[in-house]
């Protein structure tokens, strides 16, 4: 976990995973890598180096957006009560959503909404489920939201209050390869342009 370097530490932490486990490249069946949304130079770095491996190795290439991760890590009760709404951080106010009824079935498309969209999208979905699970590093502040403006609706944390985790990339990617089912693309899921501005002159 890192604030920044990646681009630098994660070719490194590959080859000493590698050297660890005794494997090499022609051991590996599938290369995952998250397509986002998330760190826009973060998604960029994951994605050069996942399908360099791939290119150069000959090894398979899935994507898996952050979404499908964390909704891997959900227990099968968990996905027994209904519906579950994964909110993500997106290192400022609002959010990353997507609405799911099953690990690899979502029900809406991912998109991004400011603080008070949250609860029109809440509403536009008509949830019969009670209560509404939500998950993923920004459920704690999207339920505290939710509640406090949509008193009618009942809100659940689920067990996962985490972004994506490596392991569950791993997961799906590999299930995804194996099932024969539809696989996610492998182009950068960003949901918005880069939060970047142009140098502003002093002279």
Not at 9 to 17: D, G, S, W, Y
Not at 44 to 53: D, F, M
Not at 95 to 123: A, C, H, K, M, W
Request: a negative charge; charged letters at 20%.
């Amino acid at each position: 976990i890192m604030e920044r370097g990646h681009a630098e530490a994660l070719v490194p932490l590959i080859e000493e995973a590698m050297l660890a486990v005794c494997f090499t490249f022609k051991d590996i069946d599938v290369i995952a890598a998250t397509v986002g949304p998330g760190s826009f130079t973060g998604i960029r770095v994951g994605l050069a180096t996942a399908k360099g491996i791939s290119a150069s190795a000959g090894i398979a290439f899935i994507g898996v957006t952050s979404f499908e991760a964390v909704a891997a890590a959900l227990s099968t009760n968990e996905w027994n009560n209904g519906p579950v709404l994964i909110a993500l951080e997106t290192k400022r106010t609002d959010y990353y959503i997507q609405l799911f009824d099953n690990i690899y079935s979502p029900i809406s498309e991912p998109t991004v909404v400011t603080r008070d969209g949250i609860l029109s999208y809440v509403e536009r979905l008509k949830i019969n489920s009670d209560p509404l699970l939500v998950v993923g590093d920004g459920a704690e502040r999207a339920a505290i939201e939710i509640k406090n403006g949509l008193k009618q609706i009942k809100i659940s944390l689920g067990s996962v209050l985490v972004g994506p985790d490596a392991t569950d990339v791993a997961v799906t990617a590999f299930e995804k390869s194996l099932s024969g089912g539809k696989i996610t693309s492998i182009d950068p899921l960003y949901l918005r342009p880069p939060h970047v501005n142009p140098p502003v002159r002093t002279d």
